[in-house]
């Protein structure tokens, strides 16, 4: 059972995104966290396989997280949720150590599906 960890903190684009994730993964065990310090106690009591994280986040801010994330849990598979489809972002996102980068407003399920996919069956 794949167990996933979105970290974002608007609460409306949570709600959809994971209302989505529920349609599409029924099976997906999903939890979420709005902030770096909560994000990282949740990893600690049960590391999920997938965290959907935003860059924009109160305090420590998403890449910032990804690569402390990282750094102690390299296993986990880290999608970057944004805005802001810009190549310093992009580029900002694969040096912090993040596995995939998803525009929020252009999001593809088919995209996510097979993320999901190579993540169940012990690819990345």
Not at 18 to 45: H, R, T
Request: hydrophobic residues 45%; glycine residues 6%.
């Amino acid at each position: 059972m794949l167990r996933v960890l979105i970290v974002e903190d608007n609460r409306i684009f949570l709600e959809a995104f994971k209302k989505g994730l529920v349609d599409y993964f029924p099976s997906m065990v999903i939890e979420e966290a709005g902030n770096a310090d909560e994000a990282l106690q949740k990893i600690k009591g049960s590391p999920p396989h997938l965290i959907f994280m935003d860059i924009r986040l109160p305090g420590v801010n998403g890449l910032q997280l990804t690569q402390r994330i990282k750094k102690d849990f390299p296993d986990i598979n880290i999608a970057i949720l944004t805005d802001y489809d810009l190549p310093e972002y992009r580029q900002a996102a694969v040096q912090y150590g993040a596995d995939r980068f998803f525009v929020k407003n252009s999001l593809k399920w088919d995209e996510l599906e097979a993320l999901v996919q190579s993540i169940s069956t012990g690819g990345a």
